[in-house]
């Protein structure tokens, strides 16, 4: 079955870095997009970044352009959120999910991760 799960999340100081990974399976992975979601508490999921299937296309949140970067390895069915000069209002739990294309609505994807928390501190 597929099973998407994130790893990387903690606790950092503001104007630090996290590199939060996901790790794909039971699935074709360089067959679909993936993308990175956040849920700040008590809060809708909120778009932060996807990548086409190649990893040729990424779009970005205004909020976190120039800032985070998304990627993928297909060889290693993983992808990956380098995130920089971390600000506390980037405090979330954060998800990755899977796509059939690039997408910034959460109802284009089908399969989510169980999340991992990123705390920043100010």
């Known amino acids: 079955q597929v099973q998407l799960v994130e790893s990387g999340g903690g606790l950092v100081q503001a104007g630090g870095s996290l590199r939060l990974s996901c790790a794909a399976s039971g699935y074709t992975f360089g067959r679909y997009a993936m993308g990175w979601f956040r849920q700040f508490s008590g809060k809708d999921r909120e778009f932060v970044a996807t990548?086409?299937?190649?990893?040729?296309?990424?779009y970005y949140a205004d909020s976190v352009k120039g800032r985070f970067t998304i990627s993928r390895d297909n060889s290693k069915n993983t992808v990956y959120l380098e995130m920089n000069t971390l600000k506390p209002e980037d405090t979330a739990v954060y998800y990755c999910a899977r796509a059939f294309a690039a997408a910034t609505l959460s109802s284009e994807y089908d399969y989510w991760g169980q999340g991992t928390q990123v705390t920043v501190s100010s």
């Open positions: 990548i086409s299937r190649s990893g040729g296309t990424t």
